[in-house]
């Protein structure tokens, strides 16, 4: 589970020159056996920040080598933009001349003013084309190919991105995965998708987007990787400084992570696809609490420190129970986790929460946000190591006891967001209950037990 670095050659510039570009450009194309007049097609499946940023990132590198290169995305089409996002839209396109100049240009910024105006009503995948994600309208994308259609958009694809959230990706490739029928060759999938779910027949395990993506396609698993990392779409848009690791097959995640690399993104890759994909779900649990914290605490920095201690030490504790060697897990999951508690969306939704701006009532698909992963993410780690099948003797009390009970944290999220027996207030009684075990033997509990399940991810022992 070494992580490599994708090494390619880089000038001291902001962008590799063209020929370097197009010269990794050739290298995918061989790998995938493309003819010389058939383009390298890639296709983004859902529109929220992440996968806009990334099919954008991809159309500004490569979009320019037209005969060897074609990306789309695909977002439903039908979803209107009411008129206070239209309104907030108008000022972001006259805050900014080039990108005003380049509506004009394209002879589409009058209808900006009309949904302005009220006189018209704008769709998202209609702003989408012209590079404004829903979900994050301030930063505004280069012009995208949009398909609304699903067969249109993924049916001869070679490379499909998925940017869907984990609650609707097998349902969405369970369609695709009529339109592959006739292929002769498979495509390769690369899983955006940070949230996991739990199921529990025949027994209980975490469910992943890829594993959802493998179920619902049958396509071979050395085909579907995961990729993921600390990173904030918009700041990767605007070009700073970010890596990811891009997990799974020695066959694919090599040459992809090569393609993908850009001298401000860079890409690492890793074999243990399951375990990085998990980790990327189990920050966001987290993140919605410490949300709560800094509202309630009024950004007090100690009670911030104090819930960082006892939420790591809880997340620590859960990798020993889904990873054979969880020490390698550590980096990677607590920059996931920190970057997540600056920007995050899931830190934002308990912030909102805590400050009564929102309700759990209205759901945790929120506007301008989208999907908050985390929530979906409390109810699957907690309900699945609540299983009375995974109990171990508590260190005190010398009872059995659920894995689940040794973290008061994601019990009490659990209590909050999932069955609403508390309001937020009640993460910080958790936080400050004397009877809280000290973090460091939570972590000890977990270093001196055989504690690896390997059946949890789907795994063989």
């Known amino acids: 589970m070494v992580d ?152 001869d694809a070679d490379i499909v991105i998925n940017g869907l959230p984990s609650t609707e990706t097998f349902q969405v490739f369970n369609e695709i995965s009529k339109y592959w029928q006739e292929r002769v060759t498979a495509p390769v999938i690369i899983s955006l998708a940070k949230g996991v779910e739990a199921e529990f027949e025949p027994h209980p395990r975490i469910v992943t987007p890829t594993q959802m993506i493998y179920r619902a396609t049958g396509i071979p698993l050395e085909n579907i990787l995961y990729l993921g990392g600390p990173n904030i779409a918009s700041e990767v848009y605007n070009k700073e400084y970010a890596n990811a690791r891009i997990c799974g097959s020695e066959l694919w995640r090599k040459p992809l992570g090569k393609f993908l690399r850009q001298s401000h993104f860079i890409v690492w890759d890793n074999s243990d696809l399951i375990t990085h994909e998990v980790m990327g779900g189990l920050k966001n649990v987290y993140a919605i609490g410490a949300g709560m914290v800094a509202t309630l605490t009024k950004e007090s920095a100690t009670s911030k420190s104090v819930y960082f201690a006892h939420c790591t030490s809880e997340m620590i504790f859960i990798t020993h129970l889904l990873a054979k060697e969880p020490e390698k897990l550590a980096g990677p999951l607590l920059a996931d986790t920190y970057v997540t508690l600056l920007k995050g969306r899931n830190a934002w939704y308990g912030q909102k929460l805590a400050k009564g ?100 991810l789907g795994q063989k022992p």
């Open 357 to 456: 701006e929102l309700s759990l009532e209205m759901g945790d698909s929120i506007k301008g946000k989208g999907m908050i992963q985390g929530v979906s993410a409390v109810k699957a780690f907690y309900e699945l190591l609540n299983q009375s099948s995974l109990s171990l003797q508590h260190p005190e009390e010398g009872k059995p006891v659920t894995p689940a009970e040794l973290c008061p944290i994601l019990k009490m999220l659990y209590r909050i967001l999932i069955t609403r027996e508390f309001s937020c207030e009640a993460i910080l009684e958790a936080l400050r209950d004397e009877t809280m075990n000290d973090p460091r033997e939570l972590i000890e509990i977990a270093h001196s037990h055989l504690f690896f399940q390997p059946w949890l």
């Open 4 to 155: 490599h670095v994708v090494e390619t050659v880089e000038t001291n510039n902001n962008s590799a020159p063209s020929r370097l570009v197009e010269e990794r450009l050739d290298e995918i194309r061989r790998v995938m056996g493309k003819a010389d007049d058939d383009p390298l097609r890639i296709v983004g499946v859902g529109a929220g920040a992440w996968g806009s940023v990334f099919i954008a990132m991809l159309q500004e590198s490569y979009g320019k080598f037209r005969e060897k290169f074609s990306v789309r995305i695909w977002r439903r089409g039908g979803r209107a933009i009411d008129k206070s996002t239209a309104e907030h839209l108008f000022e972001v396109i006259n805050s900014r001349e080039e990108l005003l100049r380049r509506l004009i240009r394209r002879c589409a910024y009058l209808k900006y003013v009309e949904a302005r105006l009220g006189d018209r009503v704008l769709y998202a995948d209609e702003i989408l084309k012209d590079g404004f994600c829903l979900n994050m309208v301030e930063t505004p994308l280069c012009p995208l190919k949009v398909v609304t259609n699903l067969q249109e958009a993924v049916w």
